[in-house]
T-cell receptor
Framework: DTTVKQNPRYKLARVGKPVNLICSQT?????MYWYQKKPNQAPKLLLF???????READTFEKFQSSRPNNSFCSLYIGSAGLEYSAMYLC????????????FGKGTRLTVV | GDSVTQTEGLVTLTEGLPVMLNCTYQ??????LFWYVQHLNEAPKLLLK?????KRPEHQGFHATLHKSSSSFHLQKSSAQLSDSALYYC??????????????FGEGTKLTVSS
């Protein structure tokens, strides 16, 4: 099974409220990623976990948090949602090597109102 | 920094005509290049990847040749099918990232094939 599962598929959040998105994979991949995709823009890497080590991109460092309680699960946490967080969030995973195939989930569409 | 450019946001074709989707890139290193395809309501999936100059990987009738001299990795298919309608992303991955395969994407090209 090469599926990355994301829940929920759609999420509505209020401005100022927290948001938690969930992702899981059963491929025993060492690395899990979160990308943000806005309309007419390229998917943008927010952060990734290699094993238990979290790496956050410099320009989104303070906007997103994440946790990985075990190899299979990874969450993306927004402490206080703003309108600018409305986007598709794609979770992905890959074996712990460079330049290998990355497996994506179908995404969670977050709408902040 | 590294970047990927896909010049066409939308390509509309009639079934049976050839497909060519453009991709150029800028990178400090010699990166791996990828094409990912995302069908409606599905996850993006790997279509092709390449690291070797002038080699032409093929998959599902699609092929792409990495030309390092022109920093290009255009996607081609000789005859479009209705089922090829999808969003196509070109992406690069810098080499030697240790445990990650993080991707830098282009904005994507939406291909619509009609009968």
């Amino acid at each position: 099974d090469t599926t990355v599962k994301q829940n929920p598929r759609y999420k509505l959040a209020r401005v100022g409220k927290p948001v938690n998105l969930i992702c899981s994979q059963t491929m025993n991949h060492d690395t899990m990623y979160w990308y943000q995709k806005k309309p007419n823009q390229a998917p943008k890497l927010l952060l990734f976990y290699y094993d238990k080590i979290l790496n956050r991109e410099a320009d989104t460092f303070e906007k997103f948090q994440s946790s990985r309680p075990n190899n299979s699960f990874c969450s993306l946490y927004i402490g206080s949602a703003g309108l600018e967080y409305s986007a598709m969030y794609l979770c992905a995973s890959s074996p712990g090597t460079s330049n290998t195939e990355v497996f994506f989930g179908k995404g969670t569409r977050l709408t902040v109102v | 920094g590294d970047s990927v450019t896909q010049t066409e946001g939308l390509v509309t074709l009639t079934e049976g005509l050839p497909v060519m989707l453009n991709c150029t890139y800028q990178s400090t290193y010699s990166p791996f290049l990828f094409w990912y395809v995302q069908h409606l309501n599905e996850a993006p999936k790997l279509l092709l990847k390449s690291f070797t100059d002038n080699k032409r990987p093929e998959h599902q009738g699609f092929h792409a040749t990495l030309h390092k001299s022109s920093s290009s990795f255009h996607l081609q298919k000789s005859s479009a099918q209705l089922s090829d309608s999808a969003l196509y992303y070109c992406a690069l991955s810098p080499p030697n990232q240790g445990g990650s395969a993080k991707l830098i994407f282009g904005e994507g090209t939406k291909l619509t094939v009609s009968s």
